[in-house]
């Protein structure tokens, strides 16, 4: 199953998933037990290609984590920050409230009313992303 790609604005976006109908449960039997949805930040893609090195690092374990057959999470959504030049506009819509994204690649995770992240070198460190996760 293919992550998610977003293109709602920022507001929207964190509407979206403070929602309490937009979580999914761990447990079914406990409607108060919400399984953490993931947004994952990455540099925007040119002729099918990213402009930061990182992110072109982070992709296949992102396909591995998110989409992979084993152990893969579920809940997530890609958002694209921009072209170089968009992403490093002080004013870009990202950097602002209420995500304030500093870098990419940056992966948010979002548990009821706490919101936690993994940015840059941890995210490609893979050791640091499957503790984040969760997953063996």
Known sequence: MPIEISTASPSSLASAIRSPSSLENTDPTDPTDPQPQYIIFLASLLNRTSWCPDCRVVEPLIDRYFQGNGEAVRNARVIYVGDRATWKDPTNKWRQEPFYIS?????????????ERLYDDDVV??????????VN
Do not use: R
Not at 107 to 115: D, R, Y
């Open 103 to 115: 870098g990419v690649p940056t992966i948010l995770k979002v548990v009821g009313e706490k919101w």
């Open 125 to 134: 460190n893979e050791a640091k992303l499957k503790a984040f996760l969760g």
